[in-house]
Nanobody
Framework: QVQLVESGGGLVQPGGSLRLSCAAS????????MGWYRQAPGKQREFVVS???????NYADSAKGRFQISRDNDKNTVYLQMSSLKPGDTAVYYC????????????WGRGTQVAVSS
């Protein structure tokens, strides 16, 4: 059974930092590109950043310069380090895994809530 479990969300003040984690099980982690998406209240889910199995990274404009993604293939975990957080970053953050062998094969986590507020 495939599971993606996000953690690390919470309430943070503007300008603060958070580190999200997504632990994967039930998949060959090295054979999956990993990504972070977010969904704010009343808005559609949007892309934040992704990292391939070869560590190529693609950032949404909103994340450039403030967010960093990394992955640990030995721990089957992908991380999202967020800094200089803004109220507009408030959202549920979701982890996604995409198979590099069958790119239509996707898995999603249940999300972790990030709230940026003073």
């Amino acid at each position: 059974q495939v599971q993606l479990v996000e953690s690390g969300g919470g309430l943070v003040q503007p300008g603060g930092s958070l580190r999200l984690s997504c632990a994967a099980s039930g998949i060959s982690f090295r054979l999956h590109a990993m990504g972070w998406y977010r969904q704010a209240p009343g808005k559609q889910r949007e892309f934040v950043v992704s990292i391939t199995s070869g560590h190529s990274i693609n950032y949404a404009d909103s994340a450039k310069g403030r967010f960093q993604i990394s992955r640990d293939n030995d721990k089957n975990t992908v991380y999202l380090q967020m800094s200089s957080l803004k109220p507009g970053d408030t959202a549920v953050y979701y982890c996604k895994a995409r198979s590099v062998l069958v790119d239509t094969l996707l898995y999603w986590g249940r999300g972790t809530q990030v709230a940026v507020s003073s």
